[in-house]
């Protein structure tokens, strides 16, 4: 199918960036509709932007009349400030999307959680993230790929100590990460991006899921910006 509409939420996050350059670099979108909290100026000619209210995204129903839906909304502790408003971003922001998807009937819904969600983690972090997957299971939609990266590498608009310092050290010791440890390699953003395009392009249904290791194999199928 070509000629296709998308919508992206997160599209200002490190994935979410690159995920905007793969879609506009793609002859299979002719335009995308960018969902954000304030105004971000894209050169990207297919691209709108819309800014909205994400605690009434009701009101923008329309917007979720698409083809292909992108989630790559997340945020950090250190950004919410607090735990209930992380899971805010992280959880509810993330389940009213994807309750609007199904609600639009739309083919397929792409959303990046992370390595390791569960549900029963003694890790908040993973915690939520297992409460995004197992929510999206119950809502039961066409078509669900679910990306689920290590430590992501790229640029990000805040700095982040602990992430650069992880990064580097992953860099360094990616001979360390094979057969059974490749999973928890560090994975490029542009990577993940284009696992992401690659999959909306497939035409399995159901539910599936992708950590770092098969998200990189996906990556291969598109050119990696």
Do not use: W
Not at 8 to 22: C, D, P, R, S, Y
Not at 29 to 51: A, G, Q
Not at 199 to 212: E, L, M, P, V
Request: charged letters at 25%.
């Amino acid at each position: 199918m070509t000629n296709k509409t998308a919508l992206i939420l997160g599209a200002t996050g490190v994935v979410g960036t690159q995920l905007v350059k793969e879609l506009s670099n793609s002859k299979i979108y002719r335009k995308i509709h960018l969902l954000t909290r304030r105004e971000m100026k894209f050169t990207e000619p297919k691209c709108t932007v819309h800014v909205v209210d994400f605690e009434n995204l009701s009101k923008y129903a329309d917007l979720f009349n698409v083809p292909d839906i992108f989630i790559c909304l997340g945020t950090t502790i250190k950004q919410a400030k607090t735990k209930e408003a992380f899971r805010k971003v992280d959880y509810d922001y993330v389940i009213e999307a994807a309750k609007m998807a199904k609600t639009s009937n739309v083919e397929k819904l792409l959303i990046i959680t992370a390595m390791g969600a569960n549900s029963k983690s003694k890790f908040f972090y993973s915690r939520v993230k297992g409460d995004v997957e197992g929510s999206l299971q119950h809502l039961k939609l066409n078509t669900v790929h679910i990306f689920r990266p290590s430590l992501l590498l790229g640029e990000r608009k805040e700095f982040r100590a602990g992430e650069k310092i992880s990064g580097m050290l992953s860099t360094f010791a990616e001979f360390v990460f094979v057969g059974p440890l490749r999973p928890y390699r560090a994975i490029e953003a542009n990577k993940v991006a284009a696992a992401m395009y690659a999959a909306a392009q497939t035409t399995a249904k159901g539910y599936h899921f992708y950590n770092s290791d098969e998200i990189e194999k996906l990556a291969q199928r598109v050119t990696i910006n």
